[in-house]
């Protein structure tokens, strides 16, 4: 079965600093998707970045980023700079074509001012 | 384009009712997704319609259904409500299956 682990259940980060957000997985495809979602508190879950598996570069969105290790199995999230806005839920999630999304447990972020 | 739609937002229920959940997609997708979150099991997966067919299924009792309509908006019930069903349900759509899905603001279940 398909199982995707973060292990940082909370953490915090001083607003303008950087937080990394560990998220590893486990898989037998060689073809798949990734993708980092947030959820902040009381309101919608929305899509914070997606990596391709074929792809070596890592996706980068303004100031979020991932280091994508494929043969680790890891996919960690980046925020530089961080922002009181960034104070959210975030999961990791896996897909495969053909297969459900399988989700992380989730890493609760707190930004501090 | 309008994101998803999920009606209605807040539901109370008693114990032994149904309840019925509907999920707009956003224009032009056609795989549908539900997921039940709770602060002890997370975001659990139920199922997933793609083109008016239920394509995967979560492992949750029968008392859990759903189904697409042709217009690609869908329904979720659930009978014979417990108390550990109450819950947020979040339904996401995307343009195809495996593709990145789009999440509506989900429904909040409590069931008394």
């Known amino acids: 079965a398909q199982t995707v682990t973060q292990s940082q259940p909370e953490m915090s980060v001083q607003e303008a600093e950087t937080v990394t957000l560990s998220c590893t997985y486990d898989t037998s495809e060689s073809n798949y998707y990734l993708f980092w979602y947030k959820q902040p508190p009381s309101r919608q879950m929305i899509l914070v970045i997606r990596?391709?598996?074929?792809?070596?570069q890592n996706a980068t969105e303004n100031r979020f980023s991932v280091n994508f290790q494929k043969a680790a199995k890891s996919f960690s999230l980046k925020i530089s700079d961080s922002q009181l806005g960034d104070t959210a839920m975030y999961f990791c999630?896996?897909?495969?074509?053909?297969?459900?999304?399988?989700f992380g447990p989730g890493t609760r972020l707190s930004v501090l001012p | 384009k309008a994101g998803v739609t999920q009606t209605p937002r807040y539901l109370i229920k008693t114990r032994g009712q149904q309840v019925t959940l509907s999920c707009s997609p956003i224009s032009g997708h056609r795989s549908v997704s539900w997921y039940q979150q709770t602060p002890g099991q997370g975001l659990q997966f139920l199922f997933e319609y793609f083109s008016e067919t239920q394509r995967n299924k979560g492992n949750f009792p029968g008392r859990f259904s759903g189904r697409q309509f042709s217009n690609s908006r869908s329904e979720m019930n659930v009978s014979t409500l417990e108390l550990g069903d109450s819950a947020l349900y979040l339904c996401a759509s995307s343009f195809s299956r495996g593709e990145t899905q789009y999440f509506g603001p989900g429904t909040r279940l409590l069931v008394l």
């Open positions: 990596q391709e598996a074929y792809k070596q």
């Open positions: 999630a896996f897909i495969d074509y053909g297969q459900n999304f399988v």
